[in-house]
């Protein structure tokens, strides 16, 4: 009995394009919280080198290998400092104060006071850090079995899913922190709650060297990773349309 059932690569070539739509809606849901995680570390970056954070209740630890007598010649130094800029400025303070109360209805220390604290910031970065690093890889692993499916059953823009796996592939790289996993070599995009809050920020009227590297390793990295992600996206949704055409032609 011959029965008229579609057979040989018709049904393999479908087959695959409904494992491509899945692999297609699993891919932008990764996108898309690698991107959110990628907003939030950059927002914690600016709050805390803004002063938006109370750093209050952080729980750093204290430099060592300082000797004794310097640490104490430079706590005196630091406390006769304090007190005397307190002294000149005392004025200065409570007029300037009391204008940015009339102007803008709350002043710098009750801006900062109403951020979110250091132990509240310590768990949304690290938080963000195991989520966008779970993503990025289920990301680039969707983009390759994208890859195989392609490959496999002739689906079309390969040319396109490959470029976007080889961005995924440089995405993840960058995005490993490998200041925690090699400690001593390199930096990675991802970085601790530690490096960003325990550390001062330093300011861009300071040495030029210094606020380039301080910027290149919270911010130059960030606008690397994030332009990678965008652009294995935008090369993933040329490859869909062009799955998609396929799809209209079979049917």
Known sequence: MNENYPTGPIVDETDCLGAAG???SFKNLAFLISLVCLILLQAAFWMNYLDLIDTSDCSCPEPTGVPTEVAAEASAVEQAGALAMEAAAAASESSASGNQAGIFGFSAIGLSAAGPTCR????????????LFVAVVLFSLTLLMSLKISIVGRLGGINHIARAFLLSLFLLVLIVPWQVCLPGTVVGAIYTADELLCADPVPCDGPFADCIFYFGRFTGLWAVVTILLIAAQVRSVRWSKAVIRKLQILK
């Open 22 to 24: 899945a692999f297609k």
């Open 120 to 131: 509240q910031m310590f768990c949304i970065i690290a938080i963000c850090n195991c989520v």
